[in-house]
């Protein structure tokens, strides 16, 4: 009793002393009017549920890079708007989704996709888990250069067969070799999905860790 | 039961003290009644269900003990501080603080090794900026492997994905040329590693 009535102000002294959490993580790193506006929009994000991890990472990278602060702002309030479409078009697709998944959402909208992307893609029925690795692996395929159509046909495919995460996870590294072969990645991404199509025709894998098979070659342009 | 009183020598025989053949001839007729009369008790045992059947049936009806009614009943409360006992119990809770403001609040996550590489021959200086080491340009360098410009550096980082470049002398942000990249919003690239 004597423990629980001392610790009690003793935590709220400590807590004031700490301050925001997001000015504690940019303090030193950040001009002050940065900070300002970050937890300023922080703030805001937080309450439509948004992540404030990227902003707090744009700013300090901003920094870092000895970005004026008007284009650290510019580039604060893109990320804002880019998690935004990620959220609406995850909630298009009826997810509850957390976090982890609209930061993975706002990346592939600054790889390129769409939030119609991000909608069919979450439309797949997929674990908030696998999307987001889903997610994160579309991003990764647009900053390659597979196209809208081909990059969502891959990915939702292998969403659907309800492989692990980690098959997922090796989508851009086969992608790459089929591009060092000398296709296009829109014909990578379309060859590997016609495999992962007639994999998911045929039934799931015999055990995990099999590699995939390989695609049929695609033909030369 | 009769108000009749024994003789105390026949009280004795009903005590066992003496027999029968110790009485005096005149106490005799009274010692065999006194006798009769004890072997006539019933000493089986006597049993009373009603007496445990009432019990049993108040006990079931007594009202259940509400645990809420308990909690929010008022009860005068007596605290008594010692005030030796005030040092030993801040220095618990100033641990308590230090350890609840310390702990880790969730499960870490797989690790991944990576090999980062970038052919630099001219470079002074290499090293690794990104998301997994809040964007230090001095925090990992990359070591130069022969006279080749090769430079190296192997880590160990969380799955998920990293935005990373690499700093060429402490000035230039450089994409890696082997992985993809996308805008960084200030007008640079940032290369993208997924894990």
Known sequence: ?221 | MSEHEFHPSVKQLLDGDITIADLPPELRAEGDEALRLLAAVDRSPVQLPAVSRRVMRAVAARPARSVWRGVVKPRELRLRIRPWLLAPALAIAAALIVFLRTAPTAAPASLVTVRFMLVAPDAREVTLAGTFNQWDAHATPLIRSGPTGVWTATLTLPAGQHQYAFVVDGVRWVPDPGAPAVNDGFGRRNSVLTL
Do not use: C, W
């Open chain 1, 1 to 221: 009793m004597i423990i629980a009535l001392l610790t009690l102000p003793l935590s709220l002294l400590g807590m004031q002393q700490q301050g925001s959490p997001i000015a504690a993580r940019l303090a030193g790193r950040v001009p002050p009017d940065v900070v300002a506006l970050v937890e300023e929009l922080g703030t805001a994000a937080a309450t439509r549920g948004l992540p404030v991890d990227p902003l707090i990472q744009k700013a300090i990278e901003g920094s870092a890079k000895g970005v004026p602060s008007d284009r650290v702002a510019a580039a604060l309030r893109l990320v804002v708007a880019q998690l935004g479409t990620a959220a609406a078009a995850l909630q298009d697709a009826g997810v509850v989704s957390d976090t982890l998944v609209i930061a993975a959402g706002g990346f592939a909208v600054t790889a390129g996709l769409s939030g119609h992307d991000i909608t069919a893609l979450a439309r797949t029925g997929a674990s908030v888990p696998a999307l987001t690795v889903g997610l994160r692996v579309a991003g990764t395929l647009a900053a390659m250069g597979v196209p809208s159509a081909e990059n969502i046909g891959l990915i939702s495919t292998k969403l659907r067969s309800g492989q692990p995460t980690d098959d997922l996870l090796l989508v851009p590294a086969h992608v790459q070799a089929e591009i060092a072969r000398g296709v296009t990645p829109a014909q990578a991404a379309a060859g590997l999905e016609r495999a992962a199509a007639a994999q998911a025709r045929r039934g799931p894998p015999p055990s995990r860790g099999t590699p995939p098979p390989h695609p049929p070659t695609p033909p030369h342009p």
